[in-house]
């Protein structure tokens, strides 16, 4: 086996850990960088006078990590300057003149670096990274390095965040400047080939825009789902890999024209900076990127190339650029994929080649080393293991490269021969479509995914099971035998702590709950019940997940379906109910889309009524009433301020106890002041279902007027927009109400107690945690 280099390997990871660490405490980060230069200078005086190569090496080690620190600590102040954080805390509106990073399509969210911010009482420039959320019903496009000013309010993010302050729009944005020419001309090519897939069927159209060019525009939740359940979340978009793809191509064709070895290096240089341009900067690109150019700079001065010092390089490259990569999940995936690949698929696939083909065990090799090295992140995203992850890997892999270089070459031809340019498209749509096909088949499989326990300790004890087994294959016959008698213990212990949590969730359960809020990630979907009649109030936005919910909770039957209204968090599961329901209410449609679903939840035998405020029903033992929205709507949109709002309040015996709850959908302040205003009698209730995930845009009196005991809040764990914000949960608290969050406690059952009284019980903390009524 070749020796690894890990002369830079070691320093480079061990200064990111502790960037990744500081970044988060930006008062203390000129201090820990004055006592790392301090350090490394007294390490490498002690080093020249002992002559001790290790005291040679932690002082490199302490020399690159106070160089990262103190390139955050320049930054930290710029990124969050105090006029900005007290403009956000007041809620004051500011004009922020913003840079895009990405291609903005159809108003959606966008990363951008701001440069300008203007208040009522402040006027500041800088470069500051933001992320905008465009105000609802805000439809405009625009190009990467566009120039565009939008009016709204500010939330400060954690310090450690890539992302500075969230904006969020009040005004319509505008775009103030276009985009620099070395930047436009990728947006042209962008959206034709983004028409010319639009036809293109199923999930295979849907995912090539995201192989060959980066835009996953289409890519649905239940594909994204699917993808991320099979391990192949890194092909839903550009990765890495399709740079070494088109270098390697720039390459070969150079050779195969006899072309010096310095045109063939300059030439890729230039299509490799077009390549990220056309495909956008995401942060496994621009890994990908630098490697290319440190190897590409490498064989121009004619040294050899190894992976591992180019893969350091290029990760603390990227890291001086900007330290707060340093937590970016994205960024943590690519270099880990790439560092599994380098160091662990030719010794892997040496030892697998004893037990079978050769050319099958280096196959099977790649997705495994790069499944290995990253599982462990993973988990912290997902606390699950992908049982047929590496199988769909070997399948789906051969094809990507494929999808990818057809993809590229239909994007260039579009322009200028459109009909070759969709035919080629027409071809790359059958790869593309295998991949979705593969990652859908293994989604569907029994036991796709098995329970893994969260958090450190679930990230710990997936390492030490990757070591260990890591061991059995590389190691020695005593050093197998010992990993192996290990690694058995361990999965036996494990086996037996996740099946004993299972099974001691559901006995301790409660069997008498009225309303659940399912765990469906960043989305709506709670369930009412009573005398075993069911409500579910949206569906969240992917199908798998409200599956999940309704099978642990044994709920086969919906009588009554709420569609608040038609955003994606809160439709995209609807697909799961189909042939469930009796009756479904909906909300005001905006276009033939919204229609569309209506008519498919009719086409599976619902009855489907479009409701206003004013109508009621019955559920079991509780009433329900529509709140909200009016009828005519007058100058109120579809969409959030729109929302179906539905309150539940006992009607019958109740012996069992009955519990009064509202459902704010994704109500913003102003709707919320309107709903008061045309229902005047609405007054306290047990449990309230919090407006639109948690969100600053809430109205304090409609929380002061219904005083309820228990709030719920869907929300998904690491979302980018801020949800909770500190603003709903002060009001929250002023309210006198105890909030309770998906992200954090997984499944929110509430029962009520017959004296009075809620129980509430959480999939992620202790059970039965009893509030008395007041």
Known sequence: MKRLDLRLAI????????????????????????????????????????QRGALSGLAFTLGVGALLVTVAALHAPARQPQELLADAAAGRQVTVTVTAQATVRSGAPFDGTATAFTSGLSSLTGSVPVTVFPQQGDTFNAAIGSTLRVRGTLVATDPGDQVAFRVFGSDGARRVAASPWYLSWADGLRADFGRATASLPGDGGAL????????????????????????????TAVSGANCAVVIALIMLAGARARLPRGWRIGASVVLLVAFVVLVTPQPSVLRAAVMSGIVLGTLALGRPVSGLPVLSLATLVLLLSDPWLSRSYGFVL???????????????????????????????????????ACQPVLLLLNPTIPTYGVFANLL??????????????????????????????????VPSAWIAGVAEFFTALPLS???????????????????????????????????????????????????????????VRPTNWQIAACDIGQGDSVLVRSLGKVALVDTGPDPALLTRCLQELGITHIDLLVLTHYDLDHVGGTSAVFGMVTRAMIGPTADSHDEALAESVAAHGAEVQHVSQGLTGILGELRWDVLWPPSPLG????????????????????AAGCLTSIFLGDLGDQPQSRVLGANPTLGKVDVVKVAHHGSADQDEQMYQTIKATVGLISVGLGNTYGHPTDRLLGILNRAGTLAFRTDYEGMILVSPLPGGGETVWTERSMPAAKLTQH
């Open 208 to 235: 090539l825009p995201g192989l060959a060019i980066g835009d996953t525009l289409r890519v649905g939740d239940s594909l994204d789902s699917a993808m991320k359940a099979t391990s192949l979340s890194h092909l």
């Open 334 to 372: 690519s270099v880990l994929a790439t560092a599994g690949l380098v160091v662990l698929a030719r010794p892997v696939g040496v030892r697998l080649s004893r037990w079978m083909p050769r050319w099958l065990a280096l196959t099977l090799a790649i997705p495994l080393s790069a499944q290995l």
């Open 635 to 654: 100058n109120v949109q579809p969409g959030n301020d729109a929302s179906v709002t539905v309150r539940f309040s006992g009607a019958g015996a109740c």
């Open 11 to 50: 320093p480079v990871a061990v200064a990111w850990a502790a960037v990744a660490v500081l970044v988060g405490f930006p008062a203390a980060l000129p201090w820990a960088a004055g006592v790392l230069w301090a350090t490394a200078t007294l390490c490498f005086v002690g080093a020249r006078v002992t």
């Open 396 to 429: 789906a892999e051969p094809a990507a490269p494929i999808a990818t270089v057809l993809g590229l070459v239909a994007c260039l031809l579009l322009p200028i021969a459109p009909a070759l340019g969709a035919a080629v498209a027409a071809v790359a749509w």
């Open 449 to 507: 995914a098995l329970p893994w326990p969260g958090g450190a300790v679930g990230v710990a004890l997936c390492a030490l099971m990757i070591l260990l087994a890591l061991a059995i294959v590389l190691g020695g016959r005593r050093v197998r035998i010992a990993a192996a008698s290990a690694l058995a213990l361990l999965i036996v212990v494990t086996v037996g702590v996740t099946a004993g949590s299972s099974i001691h969730d559901t006995l």
